[in-house]
């Protein structure tokens, strides 16, 4: 449970207009917020992680590295805890759309910002202006690399996009179809799979660059309806 001395949420700053660019962080934040948790921000990088990762709480005398873990270890022990109740079929499909949102759309993220020549052109003078000199200089370029080669190894070209984005598309199709016109990914309730939704698609919808990715995402209106109940629970709140 949390403690009197308020949480440290450990996570990149917030970028381009959205409260983070980091997917997980935004979840982690997201579900922060929706809990009333409070909780003060400590702008980090995954060099200074227990993990190499960001987001990470300190709760106390508690670590906890890992969004869905930071998510376990303030729900642990609540009546009312999220997750509780889901039935076997709902467990499957949370665990099957947490997988599409966490490394399927995560990856999409990655690719339309770094890999995607087009996406490049607008996020990498922003992301360069962002950074300390010596990591504006050097450290980008290695990064940038090292995203390139794993969205290849996935399929995921630079030099064609639109099969990359075609991908994404099925993906932002599949949840879109899940969610039907039910509230929330797993029907009347909110649960922790939202809040792994927000992080992605919050990323993908709500940048400020067009992508074909985002343009997909905007036109389907039971997304948008869902992802502003979200923002309403979470970051839209005072
Ligand atoms: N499973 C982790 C994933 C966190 C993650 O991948 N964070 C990225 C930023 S979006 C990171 O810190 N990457 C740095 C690295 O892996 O070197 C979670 O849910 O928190």
Not at 77 to 92: F, I, T
Not at 116 to 135: C, S, V
Request: charged residues 25%.
């Amino acid at each position: 449970m949390a403690g009197k001395i308020p949480v440290e949420l450990h996570q990149f700053d917030s970028f381009w207009g959205l409260p983070n660019a980091s997917p997980f962080c935004m979840k982690a934040e997201g579900y922060l917020r929706w809990r009333d948790i409070p909780f003060t921000i400590v702008v980090d990088s995954p060099r200074t992680s227990p993990s190499g990762q960001v987001p990470w709480v300190v709760d106390g005398e508690d670590v906890i590295t890992d969004s869905q873990r930071i998510i376990a270890h303030f729900e642990a022990g609540r009546p009312d805890a999220l997750d509780a109740n889901l039935d076997a079929r709902q467990q499957a499909a949370a665990h099957m759309l947490r997988r599409i949102c966490e490394f399927d759309l995560f990856w999409q993220i990655n690719y339309s910002r770094w890999a995607d020549p087009a996406g490049w052109a607008r996020f990498g003078p922003d992301i360069k202006m962002r950074l300390p000199m010596p990591m504006r200089l050097f450290g980008v370029g290695l990064v940038r690399r090292r995203l390139i080669r794993t969205c290849r190894a996935l399929g995921l070209d630079p030099a064609d996009p639109e099969a990359a984005y075609a991908r994404g598309k099925a993906h932002i199709k599949a949840i879109a179809d899940w969610l039907g016109e039910s509230p929330f990914l797993l029907g009347e309730e909110i649960s922790s799979v939202d809040f792994s939704a927000l992080g992605a698609l919050g990323n993908i919808m709500r940048q400020p660059v067009h992508t074909p990715l985002r343009d997909d995402a905007n036109e389907r209106d039971n997304l948008v309806r869902w992802l502003d109940r979200m923002w309403a629970r979470t970051f839209a709140r005072a």
